[in-house]
């Protein structure tokens, strides 16, 4: 009995009492081959080391030497986070529209801006938001966005959205496109998932969720209004109207208002919107002419693809952007540089969503040289190192011209713009001069332009498909082959 109890005092405090006898430890413990596992005394657990933390960022990281007449975002008193993106993104000084504005939308004041592409005004509002947002945080809850950003295209939506991304990299805020023609399901599972901060959206598919119940704009702190000019010409405005009375009174809401344009109908809209707004107009002169070089050559129609081929071939042309008025021009043209042996795609607004997507990702990393487009390509485009935009057409709307351009020449990089102008689009020149503010060297084409191309390789061969008799589609199609029916002959022909 006594080494039974002598045993259970080994398991628990691992050294039994010497009895009075002279008994040892030794002669009490079994031998260690006889013990088992359970019986053993547990081990400690090893815990794992903990990381090392990474050094916490700090504006000394981000040195900028002030210069005379630029802004830098150290200036303007931005949260660290934001300053962290900003530098991560290498963002030094202020643009113009950026050195202006932001001072007011900071503060919270409505501001209504004359900008054209590639000013940098995307920037402008979104770092507005986040630095907004950071400072005053709320309670956030599912279909109740803070902030609310309406554009005209697909296009702009996206390019936003990436915006955003890349800027709130370090402010947990969370961005959703809204868009039509693709990803509906998609769409509604990122809205009612998680809560949503920011809404980036065209008018018509937002409409559509807001008749679901899926959104609810009545708690919207800022309200962005991006291209207003363009989304009169596309009819927006009733949609627009509807989409900004869904939001608390401007009296209650911060609202920023851009547009290339600032007519009566677009100021009327931004007066009824906004209160006791800021006004800032950046020229399109000071916009255009500062980092980009407009040529225009006086050519004819019968030589224009002539003289376009050859400035590719010649200069060796890598990510050039060539802008038509038409869309069966777009897909005549990208077809016509394919068999000079060209890397050329389309984008334009009968292209399916998805496509245009793999279309621009195939530009963006370099897969595809040549980007064939319409106006649908004129705004919100951002896409680095485009060192050429071609006017194959000129524009109808001398406007556009400026939108075109500044697809090269973006965020202080130098640019290259070249023009085509034949017998009849060479008379736009002088509305395009007027919108610019200045004149536009014009020249004849030089002997590089002017060579004669090679033939073409030939057209692909396509076999003719006959239509699925159920439905009339083309789905599991096969090529189509005359048969012979069996007892039939054909008759001579009488002479």
């Known amino acids: 009995m006594k080494q039974l109890i002598n045993f259970i005092k080994t398991l628990f405090t691992g050294r039994p009492k010497q009895r009075d006898t002279g008994t040892t430890i030794s002669e009490t413990r079994k031998p260690e081959t006889a013990v088992s596992p359970l019986d053993s005394e547990p081990q400690a657990e090893q815990k794992p080391r903990p990381k090392p933390r990474k050094p916490r960022w700090t504006l000394e990281k981000f040195p900028v030497a002030p210069q005379e007449g630029k802004t830098r975002f150290h200036d303007l008193k931005l949260t660290t986070g934001l300053m962290h993106a900003i530098c991560d993104l290498d963002f030094k000084y202020c643009t113009d529209i950026q050195a202006r504005l932001l001072p007011h939308t900071l503060e919270g004041r409505d501001a209504t801006a004359k900008a054209q ?10 770092i507005t938001l986040i630095n ?13 966005p803070r902030a609310l950003i309406l554009a005209p295209t697909r296009e702009l939506v996206y390019q936003i959205e990436k915006d955003f991304k890349g800027l709130g990299k370090y ?7 809204v868009f039509g023609g693709t990803d509906y399901q998609k769409q509604q599972t990122l809205l009612t998932d998680k809560p949503v901060d920011v809404i980036a959206a065209t008018p018509g598919r937002l409409l559509d969720f807001i008749s679901k119940k899926l959104i609810d704009l009545s708690r919207v702190e800022i309200v962005v209004i991006d291209e207003a000019d363009r989304m009169l010409d596309m009819g927006f405005i009733p949609d627009v109207r509807r989409l900004i009375y869904m939001t608390p009174h401007k009296d209650k809401r911060q609202t920023l208002f851009f547009s290339a ?29 500062g980092s980009i070089n407009q040529i225009v050559y006086l050519t004819t129609e019968a030589d224009r693809f002539k003289n376009v081929c050859n400035l590719l071939i010649s200069e060796k042309l890598e990510r050039v952007i060539i802008f038509v008025n038409r869309k069966d021009t777009a897909r005549y043209l990208s077809e016509k540089l394919s068999r000079y ?14 496509k245009r997507f793999k279309v621009l990702n195939r530009f963006k990393t370099g897969t595809l040289n040549v980007l064939v487009a319409t106006d649908v390509a004129a705004r919100g485009l951002h896409i680095e ?36 102008a034949d017998e009849m689009s060479s008379f736009q020149i002088p509305k395009i001069e007027e919108v610019l503010g200045h004149k536009i060297c014009c ?26 008799k159920t439905n009339g589609s083309n789905k599991g199609r096969k090529p189509y082959r005359r048969r012979k029916r069996p007892g039939k002959t054909t008759a001579a022909k009488n002479p």
């Open 443 to 468: 020249e004849y084409p030089t002997a590089a332009l002017e060579a004669d191309l090679p033939a073409p390789a030939p057209r692909p061969s396509k076999k003719p498909y006959r239509q699925n």
């Open 171 to 177: 402010s947990h805020l969370r961005v959703v496109p």
């Open 341 to 354: 042996g060209l890397n050329a795609g389309v984008l334009s607004g009968d292209v399916a969503q998805d």
């Open 117 to 126: 592409t590639g000013t940098g005004k995307s920037a402008t509002f979104i």
């Open 261 to 289: 344009t600032l007519t009566d109908d677009v100021l009327r809209l931004a007066d009824s919107w906004t209160r006791d707004a800021v006004r800032i107009e950046i020229d399109p002169e000071q916009a255009a002419a």
């Open 132 to 144: 907004q947002f950071a400072r005053k945080s709320v309670k956030r809850q599912k279909k109740y």
């Open 385 to 420: 190192n485009i060192s050429h935009v071609i006017n194959y057409d000129l524009p109808i709307e001398p406007e556009h011209y400026i939108h075109r351009i500044g697809r090269t020449g973006r965020a202080g990089a130098t640019g290259t713009s070249v023009s085509f």
